[in-house]
């Protein structure tokens, strides 16, 4: 295993090596600027210059494609949508030119234009294909959890439910971690999570559910999360029946959405016990390394004593994630999981991907960022497998 990292870290270590011949690091952008500064400075010798002076950045075409800066900003191909839905281009097109759906933008693409459209497509697209779009019955509430930090949860839930409402279903983001990572990646930046409203304030807080939740999209609602989200777990303390006062509100929303995602800290506190207790489907997202791995029978020793006392436990999915194919470590994970958890282990493992960082700090899903990074592909087979239903439990 030593052998191999040492030869991933010359491997990285020479594509780093500096390209110019004077030992610095070729910038493409010092050359050009340059280049335009001087041909300016030409043309206004030559010329009487009494217009404004335009830099070069200004003189310079516009990008052809513009990162949207939210996931709402998002527009869609022809090729995207038939990804999304099970529907054929032919189709697609014969809808765009009889007008049932509108293109809202034009993107270059090589000698072509292609068309884009928007979230109302999707809007139209989900109720007439109805019957045939993909929707969890009965594990429609799913909430994200470990006992071990950072191993994805929030990463995980926010790309599923984006994933999900592109698709076409009625989605609720309910963020319970007070660090708000869920908020975060599905729209907010730092600043502006104080003044967001949470789910404390309808539980215990007298607003009504419409005050608390935030549309991001037509089809993708979000219940922010906060810093005083972790009063709740000082308020529940001193209440009878306490998990009830959660996991009852929780249950409540099934027949608002289509599919409810919660996002959850690593904790087992009595906020979260009661989440697991409102939800139908508990996903356990772990990293593929053997501490991660081992520790994983810790969340389970707490579902078991849940069903002891609450006599109830959601359906249980274990979903790998950050896997690194070049580590032994990383196979040797695989097949502990496989070998402990493989009646609810998910199909696909989520391959390590940087993209997927890149993507979630721009507010994006991983497909629409980079369609053809692996983190695209595995995101897109892991909704699906959530989608399906399939009830398990380990045991
Ligand atoms: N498949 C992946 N490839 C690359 N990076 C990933 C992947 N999944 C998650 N990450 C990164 O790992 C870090 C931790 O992820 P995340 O915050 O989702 O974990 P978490 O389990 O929700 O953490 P916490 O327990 O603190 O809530 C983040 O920087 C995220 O971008
Ligand atoms: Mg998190």
């Known amino acids: 295993m030593s ?61 052809v494609k513009e990162a949207p800066r939210s996931f709402s900003d998002l527009r869609f191909s022809i090729v995207q949508l038939t990804d999304l839905f099970p529907i054929s281009r032919v189709s697609l097109y014969e809808y765009h030119k009889t007008g049932l759906i509108k293109q809202v933008a034009t993107r270059k693409s090589g000698a072509a234009d292609s068309a884009l459209f928007g979230w109302d497509t999707i809007e139209i697209l989900a109720k007439r294909l109805g019957e045939k779009i993909t929707k969890p019955t009965e594990n429609k509430i799913k909430i994200f959890a470990n006992l071990k930090g950072g191993v994805g949860k929030s990463t995980l839930a926010a790309q599923f439910a984006m994933r999900a409402a592109a698709r076409g279903l009625r989605v609720l983001a309910l963020d319970l971690d007070p660090q708000a990572h869920l908020t975060k990646i599905l729209k907010f930046e730092d600043a502006e999570l104080n003044a967001l409203p949470n789910f404390r304030d309808y539980v215990f807080g007298g607003k009504t559910l419409e005050e608390i939740t935030i549309p991001i999209t037509p089809l993708l609602s979000l219940i922010p999360g906060n810093l005083s989200l972790s009063v709740l777990e000082m308020e529940l303390f001193t209440k009878a029946n306490r998990e009830q006062k959660i996991a009852k509100p929780i249950r409540d929303l099934k027949s608002r959405y289509d599919l409810v995602v919660i996002d959850t800290n690593p904790s087992p506190s009595t906020v979260n016990i009661s989440a697991i207790l409102g939800a139908d489907e508990i996903c356990i997202v772990t990293e593929t390394d053997t501490l991660s791995t081992e520790g994983l029978s810790s969340i389970f020793q707490v579902l078991k004593a849940i069903d002891e006392d609450f006599d109830y436990c959601p359906s249980q999915r274990v979903i790998a994630n950050k896997f690194d194919v070049r580590l032994a470590m990383a196979q040797k994970s695989i097949g502990y999981l496989r070998d402990n958890y493989g009646d609810i282990l998910l199909p696909t493992v989520i391959g390590q991907c940087q993209a997927i960082k890149e993507a979630q700090a721009l507010h994006q899903p991983i497909w629409a960022y980079d369609r053809h990074s692996v983190g695209s592909k595995d995101i897109a087979a892991m909704t699906d497998e959530l989608l399906r239903e399939t009830a398990a439990a380990h045991g």
Do not use: H, Y
């Open 3 to 63: 052998k191999t990292l040492s030869q991933e870290k010359k491997k990285s270590s020479r594509k780093k090596l500096p390209l110019g011949s004077n030992g610095l690091q070729f910038n493409r952008k010092i050359p050009r600027i340059g280049v335009k500064t001087i041909k300016d400075e030409v043309n206004q010798m030559q010329t009487e210059v009494t217009k404004p002076e335009v830099t070069p950045s200004k003189a310079r075409p516009k990008a």
